[in-house]
């Protein structure tokens, strides 16, 4: 454990090692201590507002974000054009982001010092799909905002990485995300493991498919820490 505690003081190291790793070998890479609860972050929409960031992003390039419905591409339209982009036009714009873009998004209120607070009593780790190339901003940006913690780069749904990273300790796990069938994909694969929802935008949230029996609903994180607490310290 000792060991364990000092590789935690030097996240940077850590990530820097996880680079060259698949995400299932990050999973095993990754220092967790296995004897404190292990609460697993997502990104988007959980400590950054994506969707603000990436409407700001199309918005250069001559398009523009009419939210109307909980979907990326689909609410985002030409200026002036009564059709929403086309996938592969969304696809683009969506690398493109992560090259040029990654590095505006807005932190969500609260979020840096609830984790902080939290990461006293538990290990804390950032669990985001993203593209590839886009791991430097996005390690950039979580450093920026003093999110200082090992960060995974999955693609797919989060419930098998969820469930190796589970099985590494003995403690309570508890994961957030803002999109359902992540939060279903661990429900089936790690039962155990308490699901947390958030959604920080507020145009895209009354759209959300969500089911608070299954999954702790929270608007923000003035509602989610003590949630967290609750259902895993309590
Ligand atoms: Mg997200």
């Not at 296995?34 to 199309?58: C, K, N, S, W, Y």
């Not at 609410?75 to 696809?91: F, H, L, R």
């Not at 308490?194 to 759209?207: C, G, N, W």
Request: no cysteine; net charge negative; hydrophobic share 45%.
């Amino acid at each position: 454990m000792g060991a364990d505690r000092t590789n935690i003081l030097k996240p940077a190291l850590i990530v820097t090692d996880l680079k060259t790793l698949s995400a299932a070998e990050a999973a095993q890479a990754v220092p967790v201590d296995p004897a404190r609860p292990l609460l697993i972050v997502d990104v988007d929409e959980v400590l950054a507002h994506f969707m603000q960031g990436f409407e700001t992003f199309v918005g250069r390039h001559g398009y523009e974000m009419r939210i109307d419905r909980f979907a990326l591409f689909q609410n985002v339209y030409k200026a002036g054009s009564d059709e929403s982009v086309d996938m592969a036009t969304g696809k683009v714009l969506f690398d493109d982001f992560f090259r040029d873009g990654a590095d505006d998004l807005a932190p969500v209120d609260g979020a840096a010092a609830a984790l902080d607070r939290l990461s006293a009593e538990m290990t804390v780790l950032i669990l985001t799909n993203a593209p590839d190339h886009g791991r430097s901003a996005r390690m950039g940006w979580l450093r920026t905002h003093g999110l200082h913690y090992p960060m995974i780069i999955n693609s797919g749904l989060k419930g098998p990485i969820v469930r190796d990273l589970a099985a590494r300790t003995t403690g309570k796990v508890g994961f957030i995300d803002d999109l359902l069938p992540n939060l279903e994909s661990v429900a089936s694969d790690a039962p155990d493991v308490v699901r947390f929802q958030m959604i920080a935008d507020e145009r895209l949230r009354p759209y959300a498919p969500t089911d608070p029996a299954r999954h702790v609903w929270a608007d923000d994180w003035v509602g989610m820490e003590p949630a967290i607490r609750q259902r895993m310290l309590g």
